[in-house]
């Protein structure tokens, strides 16, 4: 497995080429750049996407007016009441570290499927379709900005497999109905708040993550084990490399450790966590496998992202000790990937 760099801050690359039309060689030009980055850091930003500015701003309009709701309204579209992980998630229902529970809140949405799916139908804990609060203009402006946001992140998919010498369309082909998540999160302003670790350590379950944050906050882990500040840059995308695509690359990409410091200011933070389709088996492709190298057992998309949902949320954690729900075989402990996960073992 790479061990990202101790590097002092995070890059930026200019992305415009991936979506110009120009000449080939400028598209992978820059996804070489990611290619590094991905190696090297794990994370990294992105400007010139040509994700519409209003697009966020009615998005980050609607989220305002949403928290603002007295908590019963809320919790209306609670997301125990929904059968495919949609919907409000308040404060203290969500945690990687139990004695140290996220002051946060948030709302799931997903891609919003009709009711009579035939994936949701058959059960699919993850496909479906969203739960829309009595909001008007909400529903709309979520969706404009994950279809944006998920157009793009194909893009950058087709860079990533191209940085890696396979064919474009390699991870591409292998999202076209997938659970991919977008998240409305807020901070709520804390006065009585010290700077410390809020949102614990750990890294993100899926293939990628394109994330809009409103104001400081975000760390990311070093190879050296120092913790350093992704702040927010304009017009600018975070985006940091998940489980899935660790395991695709047999460590080639890492996924690298992060947390949220817990500050007084109020922010929000708006993920998309780009995934492949439910029933994609993932596995180390053939190029890095090597005689002596670590190989990391195939895992299938949907069910690595659902086993780490299912141990984080409290509903769904109550649901797991009755024995309403069981975990995938094999499933894997949160945080079991990344370079805290590697340092953990090197002590």
Known sequence: MNSPTSFGAVPIIDVTPLRAGGPPAGFAAVAHQLGAAAREV??????????????????????????????????????????????????????????NPDRKEAYDSALDLPADDPDHLAGNPLLGPNQWPDQPGFAE???????????????????????????????????????????????????????????????DYECFTLLRPTAPGLEVLNGAGDWIDVPPVDDALVVNIGDLLEI?????FVATSHRVRRVQEERYSFPLFFCADYDTVIEPLPRFLAPGKKVYAPTVAGEHLFAQTAQTFGYLKRRLESGELVLPEGSRAPSSFGQEALLRKDK
């Not at 697009?55 to 949403?66: G, I, N």
């Not at 695709?248 to 080639?252: Q, S, V």
């Open 141 to 203: 402006a979520v969706t404009k900005y994950y279809n944006a946001v998920l157009a793009f992140g194909q893009l950058l998919f087709r860079a990533f497999a191209i940085s890696l010498g396979e064919p474009a369309e390699l991870f591409a082909a292998k999202a076209r109905k997938a659970p991919s998540q977008l998240r409305l999160i807020h901070y709520p302003y804390d006065s009585e708040a010290v700077d410390s670790v809020g949102l614990g350590a750990h890294t």
């Open 42 to 99: 794990g994370f990294f930003y992105v400007t010139g996407s040509g994700i519409p500015a209003g697009l966020f701003d009615d998005l980050l309009a609607v989220t305002k007016q949403f928290f603002a709701r007295p908590i019963d309204e809320k919790m209306r579209c609670y997301i125990g009441l929904s059968d495919c992980h949609r919907g409000y998630v308040p404060q203290g229902e969500e945690g990687v570290d139990p004695e």
């Open 248 to 252: 695709w690359t047999n460590g080639e």
